[in-house]
């Protein structure tokens, strides 16, 4: 059935580094969602792809879908201690059940 | 309402009772999940309901647990028999198909 693999499960980096979580399917997804997850709180939706290849920034997050749209990934540019949290990506392929990947946690020491 | 509504926030239970969790979802939102998410780790998916159709319950992980959603209103998650293995926080979303789904703030659930 559905699957999403996400990795890494933790990474711990140094406020002012870089961070990188990658979302892998073996099936073809029609859109990949990502999600964040502060400390203490609930997953709070960040973006949507849908096209092959596609790219979309925001401020200093970038989010990538594969050209074959069977993997995807987040990358944080020079992290901030308000980065800390779980990032989940989701795939909500076919439009119906939203299957959620385990989740990259990611620490940030400042 | 303006966002997913669960309650109670928080719930502590002694081993063996049963306990009942509410989440009133976004008005117009078909789709309805339960999720299970344990300390430090990720949502553990438990069940689905979109519309009116039979509802996705392959991820309860007993018999003790089950849910209702009364048409596209309200869900009730129950636990018969809580064990402290049941302890965790239980997460409510809802979505319209096609779009991201919002989150309820969670009802944490201690048996002691």
């Known amino acids: 059935g559905q699957q999403v693999m996400q990795i890494p499960q933790y990474q711990h980096v140094q406020e002012g580094e870089d961070f990188t979580t990658y979302c892998n399917s073996s099936?073809?997804?029609?859109?990949i969602q990502w999600y964040k997850q502060r400390p203490g709180g609930h997953p709070v939706f960040l973006i949507q792809?849908?096209?092959?290849?596609e790219v979309k920034k925001q401020k200093r997050l970038t989010f990538q879908f594969g050209e074959a749209k069977k993997n995807s990934s987040l990358h944080i540019t020079a992290t901030q201690t308000t980065d800390v949290g779980t990032y989940f990506c989701?795939?909500?392929?076919?439009?119906?059940?939203?299957?959620f990947g385990a989740g990259t946690r990611l620490f940030v020491k400042a | 309402g303006a966002g997913v509504s669960q309650s109670p926030s928080n719930k502590v239970t002694e081993k063996g009772k049963d306990v009942e969790l509410r989440c009133d979802p976004i008005?117009?939102?078909?789709?309805l999940y339960w999720y299970r998410q344990r300390l430090g780790q990720g949502l553990e998916f438990l069940i689905y309901?979109?519309?009116?159709?039979?509802?996705?319950k392959s991820g309860l992980p007993s018999d003790r647990f089950s849910a209702e959603r009364t048409g596209e209103s309200v869900s009730t998650l129950t636990i018969q028999r809580t064990q402290q293995e049941d302890s965790a926080v239980y997460l409510c979303?809802?979505?319209?198909?096609?779009?991201?789904?919002?989150f309820g703030q969670g009802t944490r659930l201690t048996v002691v």
């Open positions: 008005s117009g939102h078909t789709a």
């Open positions: 979303a809802s979505a319209r198909m096609n779009t991201e789904a919002f």
């Open positions: 099936t073809t997804l029609s859109n």
């Open positions: 989701a795939d909500n392929t076919g439009g119906f059940k939203t299957i």
């Open positions: 792809l849908v096209k092959s290849g």
């Open positions: 309901f979109q519309g009116n159709s039979a509802p996705d």
